[in-house]
């Protein structure tokens, strides 16, 4: 009776420990799919259901040496259907608060080669459909207050760091539908004085025009000479070190299909000019006040006549 007890006693908890352990249990389901803490796979191969823990899937790699990855996902895709490498969805109930993130990378880095909190790059060879790097929806129903962004990027550099920093850096053509707002600063006590001279320096900067092929046609495109106009403000004038620039390697169609890490490169493109066309708009704004200035003593002296 009392081995009949022990015995009993011990199903009894083995029951309960089942049954509490059963969000932690891997379920291998009919359809051949697995998930853990739930009994169905919702259209997915493996699922996670997650009611208590802060990370539904948490990787961590510490290999030594090599390439690492937390997370590779590979797709080969032949189907006319979309393709997803990593798909996020996040929904956020009415009267929640706090920040939600589709998608949240944090690379920190001390060593000396490239730190690349997302990267991505697309091999495209005889696809006709557009290709994006990376594109950003927000929609929103009218009612859900706040400012959206759709690119938000920011660049804080410390008293002790070296180096250009950009916001934003963009090899091609730029297209802008709405406004573009250019920072203007509150002038301070101690503000120094105003563009002088603007229109005299205007005037010795020269122009030039350069014809190229692009996408099979002539482009004629239009562009101040750097050297003239550094010499009449140096101030505006930007250098823009390109001689170590990232460029990913050109995969063949099989290595795009066997899902090959593109490698990168770094090309020395060399030291281009720049305009700051922020400060550039004050200088043009000053001669042509100084023209109109001349204009009216000119009007005045003739009505005098």
Not at 45 to 66: A, L, P
Not at 233 to 256: I, N
Request: aromatic letters at 10%.
């Amino acid at each position: 009776m009392k081995n009949f007890l022990n015995l009993a006693i011990t199903i009894i908890c083995l029951s309960f420990f089942l049954v509490a352990e059963t969000n932690a249990q891997i379920n291998v389901l009919s359809d051949n799919s697995a998930a853990v803490g739930s009994t169905y796979s919702n259209n997915a191969k493996f699922r996670v259901y997650n009611t208590n823990e802060t990370y539904s899937i948490q990787t961590e790699n510490r290999k030594s040496s090599g390439t690492q990855y937390g997370v590779h996902s590979t797709i080969s895709s032949t189907s006319t259907g979309s393709a997803y490498g990593i798909y996020s969805k996040v929904y956020q109930k009415t009267g929640a608060t706090g920040l939600t993130r589709g998608f949240y990378n944090y690379n920190y880095a001390k060593g000396s080669g490239n730190a690349i909190a997302q990267y991505n790059y697309i091999y495209g060879n005889g696809a006709t459909g557009n290709k994006y790097g990376c594109y950003n929806y927000i929609y929103d129903s009218g009612s859900s207050a706040g400012t959206k962004y759709g690119v938000f990027s920011r660049v804080l550099k410390s008293s002790t760091a070296t180096g250009t920093m950009y916001a934003g850096y963009f090899l091609g053509d730029v297209y802008i539908s709405g406004a573009t707002l250019l920072w203007v600063p509150t002038p301070g006590q101690n503000q120094k004085q105003g563009v002088t001279n603007a229109l005299d320096k205007l005037t010795t900067v020269n122009t030039f025009a350069a014809t190229n092929m692009k996408d099979g046609k002539q482009k004629t495109s239009y562009s101040l000479d750097p050297t003239s106009l550094k010499q009449a403000f140096p101030e505006l004038v930007v250098e823009v070190d390109r001689t170590q620039e990232l460029v990913p390697q050109e995969l063949t169609e099989k290595e795009a299909a066997d899902g090959v890490e593109a490698k990168e490169t770094t090309e020395n493109n060399g030291i281009e000019t720049a305009v700051d066309v922020n400060s550039l708009i004050p200088v043009l704004v000053e001669a042509i006040k100084e023209q109109q200035k001349q204009i009216e003593t000119l009007k005045a002296q003739i009505k005098a006549q």
